[in-house]
Nanobody
Framework: QVQLVESGGGLVQPGGSLRLSCAAS?????????MGWYRQAPGKQRELVAG???????????RYADSVKGRFTISRDDAKNTVYLQMNSLTPEDTAVYHC????????WGQGTQVTVSS
């Protein structure tokens, strides 16, 4: 069974940056699974903010929610079974618990990592 462990969250001021990491155990990355970052803010549904899938040996395709385009960048290191989310120009609206999962999500959710953007 694949386990997902997210890290890197914290409290940051508006305009700041954070880099989230998600380490996956098991064999999910061996099958070049599409991976994504999701977030859930209080009182809101969980949403996909960034996804990444392999389309050929050396090429990946990414997609982003409109609200984060140009600010967030998803990347992955298949050798380390890790997916990252670089978040720049953070705003209070980015405050949420961030999770990684496959895209679409079918793995057991990890505990997530809290991101709080506040002055």
């Amino acid at each position: 069974q694949v386990q997902l462990v997210e890290s890197g969250g914290g409290l940051v001021q508006p305009g700041g940056s954070l880099r989230l990491s998600c380490a996956a155990s098991g064999s999910i990355f061996r099958f070049n699974a599409a991976m994504g970052w999701y977030r859930q803010a209080p009182g809101k549904q969980r949403e996909l903010v960034a996804g990444m899938r392999r389309v050929s040996l050396n090429r990946y395709e990414t997609r982003y929610a409109d609200s984060v385009k140009g600010r967030f960048t998803i990347s992955r290191d298949d050798a380390k079974n890790t997916v990252y989310l670089q978040m720049n120009s953070l705003t209070p609206e980015d405050t949420a618990v961030y999770h990684c999962n496959s895209d679409p999500a079918y793995l057991t959710w990890g505990q997530g990592t809290q991101v709080t953007v506040s002055s």
